[in-house]
C-alpha cells in the first residue's frame, strides 16, 4: 500500500501520528520529529526553511489528523513504519493556552530577558527608537515592551519589569 505523500512526516518519511503545524511556517510535522529535531538544533527553525522561528509553538493540524484516520480505516492491517506495531494515533498533547505561553506583560520570556538586557544598558528604559525596532524583530506589540519597559519618566511596570 502506497502511504500518501502529505502524510508523511518531512522529517521522518513516515505517517505521522501526531500531526502539529509550526505556527510561525505554518510547516505541518509529527510531533515528536520535531521536538527532537529542535532539541538537537538547541534553536526553533522550520526543518523545511531553515527560517529561524520566533517561538517553538506549535498547534495540532486536525486535517491531517482526520486524513490520517481516514487512511487507517481504509487500510486496515497496515501498521505505518514507526509506530511500534500499534495503529492508534498518539493522544494530541493538550495545547497550551496562550498565557501558558507568555511571561508577564504578555511577553515570551526570551524576548523579556533580552530586552531587560538592553534596558539595563539604557538605565532601566528602552528608547523608542529600539523599542519599535525590537517590537519588529521579535514580532511582538510595541506596546507590550512599553508596559514592560516604561520610557524615561513614567512610572515602571512593577517589579515584573526588573525581574528577568
Known amino acids: 500500500v502506497e502511504e500518501p505523500a502529505h ?16 505556527v510561525h511556517s505554518g510547516n505541518t510535522y509529527d510531533r515528536g520529529a520535531l521536538l527532537r ?7 526553533a527553525r522550520d526543518p523545511l526553511t531553515n527560517m529561524r522561528l520566533p517561538s517553538r509553538e506549535v498547534r495540532t493540524n486536525w486535517g ?13 492491517t ?10 492508534e494515533m ?7 493556552e496562550p498565557a501558558e505561553q507568555l511571561g508577564e506583560v504578555g511577553l ?13 544598558a539604557h538605565d532601566g528604559h528602552i528608547p523608542e527608537q529600539l523599542l519599535g525596532h ?9 506596546e507590550r515592551l512599553r508596559e514592560a519597559f516604561p520610557p ?6 512593577g517589579p515584573r519589569a526588573q525581574e528577568v
Open 7 to 22: 502524510l508523511l512526516c518531512p522529517i521522518t518519511l513516515a505517517i505521522m501520528r501526531d500531526p502539529v503545524f509550526v
Open 37 to 43: 529535531y529542535w532539541g538537537g538544533l538547541g534553536e
Open 64 to 76: 491531517t489528523r482526520r486524513d490520517v484516520h481516514a487512511f487507517l480505516d481504509e487500510h486496515p
Open 78 to 87: 497496515l501498521c505505518p513504519d514507526g509506530w511500534g506495531g500499534v495503529r
Open 90 to 96: 498518539l493522544p494530541m498533547a493538550p495545547e497550551p
Open 108 to 120: 515570551p520570556d526570551a524576548v523579556r530577558a533580552h530586552c531587560a538586557g538592553v534596558a539595563e
Open 134 to 142: 525590537l517590537a519588529r524583530y521579535f514580532g511582538v506589540e510595541a
Open 152 to 157: 524615561h519618566g513614567a512610572p515602571a511596570a
